[in-house]
């Protein structure tokens, strides 16, 4: 398979500091997606309510969690259903006279002020990834899955925390893909085969060549697969994401068809 030129390993370490027991602390800041620290961070536990936790984020202001994780949790929810209140009110007068062109950038755009907002909750994590937090899982495995230990405490945001959380639990069960007779496993930040219609489509569609094909953004590698699977002599597979490349070597090695796909 195919690597990039520049891969989409991990960014320099940033740090991220706040004012704590007296002083100026600090730890490395994680964000999968490459946002920058949060330049204001107050601590906050579980006595921060959802209306003041809302306006701090929409005011750009993270909080650093010291309560109860599950608390945390329903803190972000809570913050989530302010925001899903908010466009409700204006949403027939906002999209009165506007293009689709328009309407449609308006909500990327509040789908990304949305990410912003909801990214403001802080997650502290020690060396190890363990979290020091009342209640909170184990998401050592999860986290190590996706970011390079460096032996550092760091920090990251409750709603990434949560999207590798999910990726783990997705990685290790799979998904079934009927038309490959198999499972493909994908990993964090690669596209998930969860529907099928693409897939049966390559399945049963006549081949122009059982010589040669490319997989152009491979992924998890299910298209590479299912043409090595159809009996073409060479699969090239290539992808722009060193993690997606992986993702797919792992997933052909386990189907018993890497030696069909290069």
């Not at 803190?75 to 009165?96: D, E, Y």
């Not at 949305?114 to 990834?129: Q, V």
Request: with cysteine.
């Amino acid at each position: 398979m195919s690597r990039p030129a520049a891969g989409s390993g991990e960014q320099a370490a940033l740090r991220l500091s706040w004012e704590e027991h007296g002083g100026t602390q600090s730890a490395r800041w994680r964000s999968e997606s490459g946002l920058p620290p949060p330049s204001r961070v107050v601590v906050a536990d579980d006595r921060l309510t959802a209306d003041a936790a809302y306006r701090l984020a929409c005011e750009g202001t993270a909080m650093l969690w010291r309560g109860d994780y599950h608390n945390a949790r329903q803190l972000l929810q809570a913050m989530a259903r302010r925001i899903a209140r908010g466009p409700r009110r204006v949403k027939s007068a906002s999209n009165v006279g506007r293009s689709p062109a328009e309407s449609f950038h308006l909500h990327r755009q509040a789908q990304a002020q949305r990410a912003r907002t909801l990214g403001m909750l802080l997650i502290p994590f020690d060396a190890d990834f363990g979290i020091p937090l009342r209640r909170a899982p184990d998401a050592r495995a999860a986290c190590a899955e996706v970011w390079e230990s460096d032996g550092q405490p760091c920090v990251a945001s409750l709603r990434e925390l949560l999207g590798l959380i999910g990726a783990h639990q997705w990685r290790r069960k799979g998904v079934e893909v009927p038309a490959l007779g198999g499972r493909i496993h994908p990993w964090y930040g690669v596209f998930s085969p969860v529907r099928g219609e693409y897939v049966d489509l390559v399945a049963a569609a006549p081949l122009p060549s059982e010589v040669l094909a490319f997989d152009i953004g491979t992924g998890t590698g299910v298209l590479a697969a299912m043409l090595a699977r159809r009996g073409v002599a060479r699969v090239v597979a290539t992808d722009q994401d060193e993690r997606a490349l992986a993702c797919a070597r792992a997933n052909l090695t386990q189907l018993g068809l890497l030696d069909g796909v290069e």
